[in-house]
């Protein structure tokens, strides 16, 4: 995987070399973007040698200072898609003000704005600087974003205060971001099965009723899980997507072929996530030829689906058993009824109307509703990045 590892001016800047040697035990490719003030405390030619490449530092081209750095004025664009995270240590003030107001000032900055990869910063100044309520402002902001932030150490600073500011332990560093890129092996030896997109009922041989799922919110909990160690059970109503590697992988079409298949697979899991959104009606019967058109208006009967999870949640025993809510109003409540109702240990309720949350997007703003009483909400984050989170609960949940 690739990342960005901006180094941005501080004292600490040095350390950021000690931290390219560990990104890169972790297997992952580092390129490096300092900022100018960076190249005070330490120079480009340091990560270069250790990363074997180019150094960026510059937005448009070389400077009579630097190497030679940039192979194109719209490099940012390039490297923003490229990476699969964009870390930055040490984050200064300065730097933590830019992103929070949006201020393309420099490359580092200007791919903050052009990433859609997840973002770590870990922080490190004067604990003046740190406790200011403009730097704390700034966080807030940046966490709400979905913005990751290891926080700083207390100590000894090169100020020569005490206190917090110091950057946080490189290791602390590289586990945030193996964590967010989903590398820690935590489920090892565990078997999830995850249900994704939409269920499809018959009308006649010709149509359907369905719903707006695209499966991204199920393949990316797969995805998720499978990094991180577990043997993945994939079930899956009709999606355009890609199966993840490594993933097993079951395509279902009706509610009633889910409901086989999750109920023969679940056998043999510990975890089970059903983000599928399963139709809750299908037409009583279903015609053998196709419906005729005809002047008079036409009714068609609906029956109930079974209800997969209600059904699983009598069965549960040690099985950690997590579904989702999708709902247009009264949210928690309504979480909370399922949650009762369906002998969940945690619903992920998304509210399908808000924009960026819910059907067939890329990012999703859910609340996780939990057995103890819990409501840990989260900002819009990438459907990845949400899985994730929903499996550092079950963790915590298998570990109780
Ligand atoms: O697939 P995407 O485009 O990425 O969109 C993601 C999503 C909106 C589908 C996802 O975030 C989501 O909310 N999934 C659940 C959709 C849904 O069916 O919600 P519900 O509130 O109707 O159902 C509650 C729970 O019961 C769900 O876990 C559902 O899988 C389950 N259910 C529902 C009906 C049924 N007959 N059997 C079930 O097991």
Known sequence: MKIALGVTGGVAAYKAAELVRRLQQEKLDVQVVMTRS?????????????????????????????????????????????????????????????????????FLSTLYLATKAPVVVAPAMNVNMWEHPATQENLKTLRARGVHVVDPEEGYLACGMTGAGRLAATEAIVEKVCGVLGLRHDLEGQTVLVTAGPTREDIDPVRFLTNRSSGKMGYA????????????????????????????????????????????????????????AVSDYRPAAAQSQKLKRGDDRLTLELEPTPD?????????GSRILVGFAAETDRLAENARGKLARKGADMIVANDVTQEGAGFDTDTNIVTLFLRDGREVPLPKLSK???????????LQLRQR
Do not use: C, Y
């Not at 997969?308 to 549960?316: N, P, S, T, V, Y």
């Not at 990845?384 to 079950?394: C, G, M, S, T």
């Open 221 to 276: 909990l797969a995805e998720a899980a499978s990094r991180r160690g577990a043997r993945v059970v994939l079930i899956s109503g009709p999606t355009d997507l890609p199966v993840p590697e490594g993933v097993d992988w079951v395509p279902v079409r009706t509610t009633e072929e889910m409901r086989n298949a999750v109920r023969e697979r679940a056998r043999e899991a510990q975890v089970v996530i059903m983000a599928a």
């Open 384 to 394: 990845f990045d949400v899985a994730n989170r929903i499996l550092d609960q079950v």
């Open 308 to 316: 997969i999870l209600a059904e699983l949640g009598r069965e549960k």
């Open 38 to 106: 960076a190249r005070e405390f330490i120079t480009p030619l340091t990560f270069a040698a250790l990363t074997g490449k180019k150094v960026i530092t510059e937005m448009f081209g070389a400077d009579d200072a630097a190497p030679a750095n940039v192979e194109s004025a719209i490099e940012h664009i390039a490297v923003a898609q490229r990476i699969d995270l964009l870390l930055v240590a040490p984050a200064t003030a300065d730097i933590l003000g830019q992103f929070a107001h949006g201020i393309a000032g420099d």
